[in-house]
């Protein structure tokens, strides 16, 4: 799977729009870009998956880069209880297939 | 959403007792599962990998024979800490695998060996 690269930490007004940055400068054309988060002491939760069309669901959106070395995490409108680390996973999309977790970026929304 | 369940959620054990987690999707079937164990302030750190009816896959430097792992069913697969020790204190967290592309995770099991 390729590598991908988060910054560590962020801060975010609640209400304002949280914009999480990853680039994956090696990813292969069959690799999908997931974001996954984590609150304290919860397991990691889904929030979507992309190839290389902008996405968007009911918690967040997914714009990947033309290039697709890289794309942002969008949460239109944080609230408290989106401080979580959030994880931004790239691996092909196929059966057995495991997540292998980096650092993530540690998002504290802010009242 | 799929949901996934483990019991137990929080579970304290003396040294070198076994100590069993189950893990459980509840309104799906998973062929696969997949164990993860995460220290404090670190990131999840894949285990192993449970596949329905057949031995486990586990990753590097990862004891089998200390976590043992059975995934009897579509629905549920275990994870036996062997002779635990104060070290085997962690969260540990499953995952079952939906589709080609989605994975749902349970709510994690933190275990503390005195």
């Not at chain 1, 999908?32 to 939760?45: A, D, E, K, T």
């Not at chain 1, 992309?50 to 967040?60: I, P, Q, R, V």
């Not at chain 2, 962690?90 to 994690?108: K, M, N, V």
Request: aromatic share 8%.
């Amino acid at each position: 799977d390729a590598k991908t690269t988060q910054p560590t930490s962020m801060d975010c007004a609640e209400g304002r729009a949280a914009n999480l940055p990853c680039n994956h400068s090696t990813i292969s054309g069959n690799e999908y870009v997931y974001w996954y988060r984590q609150i304290h002491s919860q397991g990691p939760q889904y929030i979507i998956h992309g190839l290389k069309n902008n996405e968007t669901n009911e918690m967040a959106s997914l714009i990947i880069t033309e290039d697709r070395k890289s794309s942002t995490l969008i949460l239109p409108h944080a609230t408290l209880r989106d401080t979580a680390v959030y994880y931004c996973i790239v691996r092909v999309r196929d059966a057995g297939n495991m997540l292998t977790f980096g650092g993530g970026t540690r998002l504290m929304v802010k009242p | 959403g799929a949901v996934v369940s483990q019991h137990p959620s929080r579970v304290i054990c003396k040294s070198g007792t076994s100590v069993k987690i189950e893990c459980r999707s509840l309104d799906f079937q998973a062929t696969t599962m997949f164990w993860y164990r995460q220290f404090p302030k670190q990131s999840l750190m894949l285990m192993a990998t449970s596949n329905e009816g057949s031995k486990a896959t586990y990753e590097q430097g990862v004891e089998k024979d200390k976590f043992l792992i059975n995934h009897a069913s579509l629905t549920l697969s275990t994870l036996t800490v062997t002779s635990a020790h104060p070290e085997d204190s962690s969260f540990y967290i499953c995952s079952a695998r939906l589709l080609a592309d989605t994975q749902y995770f349970g709510p994690g099991t933190r275990l503390t060996v005195l």
